[in-house]
């Protein structure tokens, strides 16, 4: 069973920059996709970046498009996201997860992320 640690997260400033990383142990994650969620108080959590398997293929949502960009480094077992220009509304607890028979998890303790108007 995979276990997905992330870090990164912090406060910061309207304008600024953030990168999570997300470390998978317990398995390799190279043969699927990955994906970073955010989740806000009384919301569910919301697909916010995806990344294929190798890489080749990226979608975001469209509040983000443009300002983060999702990567990952197999030979890490690692995913990552940048944030920049970072928004107020990107404010949340951000968790990844792996996306196994259409199914997104299982989900690590996440990072939060406090942008400052």
């Known amino acids: 069973q995979v276990q997905l640690v992330e870090s990164g997260g912090g406060w910061v400033e309207t304008g600024g920059s953030l990168r999570l990383s997300c470390k998978a142990s317990?398995?390799?994650?190279?043969?699927?996709?990955m994906g970073w969620h955010r989740q806000t108080p009384g919301n569910e959590r919301q697909l916010v970046a995806r990344?294929?398997?190798?890489?080749?293929?990226?979608n975001y949502v469209d509040s983000v498009r443009g300002r983060f960009t999702i990567s990952r480094d197999n030979g890490k077992n690692t995913v990552y996201l940048q944030m920049n220009s970072l928004k107020p509304d990107d404010s949340g607890v951000y968790y990844c997860?792996?996306?196994?028979?259409?199914?997104?998890?299982?989900w690590g303790q996440g990072t939060q992320v406090t942008v400052s108007s």
């Open positions: 997860a792996v996306l196994r028979q259409g199914d997104w998890g299982p």
């Open positions: 317990g398995s390799i994650i190279s043969p699927y996709t």
């Open positions: 990344i294929s398997s190798e890489g080749a293929r990226r």
